[in-house]
């Protein structure tokens, strides 16, 4: 993937140092004081543009949200989101936010960069589905990835994914199955049905508002992995069977 940016990139992104952290493998097991709180961390794997980690830090003051992505003109377009989300001035240096950081890195060195039981939510959105057999380990749901989240996961740790791609759905779905993991809230068609076209519901990406404005079908899992999460998810069940 290469992006074409405006010059200057990388010095945009170094003047931002109260939002954006470029050594994020210096703050492992410390995030928490990253922060200044004890709010649960909920991190997003590949965040694109920036538009569904800003609006979800907007609309959520009480959880601390880290956006990821390993290339530059990324990070400084997710700036510039957050930027519009939390009303702030664009021509501000100083971004100070208490609740939402992003992070350059890729996503293969995530346990270099989160300590183990350290977040409690991994979103993935739209992530790239690469279609060959031979890239299957590539894909962000593979078991290979599914280990480090499993690691760096709490108690009430969950995996949200979405997707337009069915064939990486479909074999998402299998290897959450082959680990025996417990899957719910399963979609093949997230939006449909709504008269707007949309689920009012739920915070969009970029990719997803013009997939949903298309028509096309938009994918939806969550994996329930932590204990408490699970014990949670359990008596729900119960509560149900039951009503």
Do not use: C
Request: glycine content about 8%; aromatic content about 8%; charged content about 30%.
């Amino acid at each position: 993937m290469r992006l074409r940016g405006r010059k200057g990139i990388r010095e945009a992104i170094e003047k931002q140092r109260d939002l954006i952290v470029l050594e994020p493998a210096l703050y492992k097991g410390k995030w928490a004081e990253v922060f200044g709180n004890g709010n649960p961390i909920h991190v997003e794997l590949g965040m694109g543009k920036g538009q569904f980690i800003s609006e979800m830090s907007r609309r959520n003051p009480g959880i601390n949200f880290i956006g990821v992505d390993m290339y530059d003109e990324l990070i400084r377009r997710a700036s510039e989101k957050v930027r519009i989300a939390h009303g702030i001035d664009e021509t501000a240096v100083d971004v100070s936010l208490d609740n939402i950081r992003l992070a350059l890195f890729n996503i293969e060195r995530l346990e270099e960069v989160f300590d183990e039981n350290e977040l409690e939510r991994i979103y993935l959105n739209f992530s790239d589905p690469w279609p060959k057999k031979k890239h299957a380990r590539r894909r962000l749901t593979h078991a290979g990835f599914v280990h480090k989240y499993k690691h760096a996961l709490n108690e009430r740790g969950e995996i949200h994914f979405k997707t337009d791609s069915r064939s990486l759905f479909e074999f998402s779905l299998n290897s959450f199955a082959d680990m025996d993991l417990r899957m719910r809230n399963i979609s093949l068609d997230l939006h449909g049905g709504f008269e707007e076209g949309f689920n009012p519901d739920h915070v969009m990406t970029e990719y997803e508002t013009k997939f949903a404005k298309q028509g096309m079908n938009i994918h939806r899992v969550e994996v329930v992995l932590g204990s408490r999460a699970l014990a949670e998810h359990v008596e729900r069940l119960k509560e149900e069977q039951q009503s």
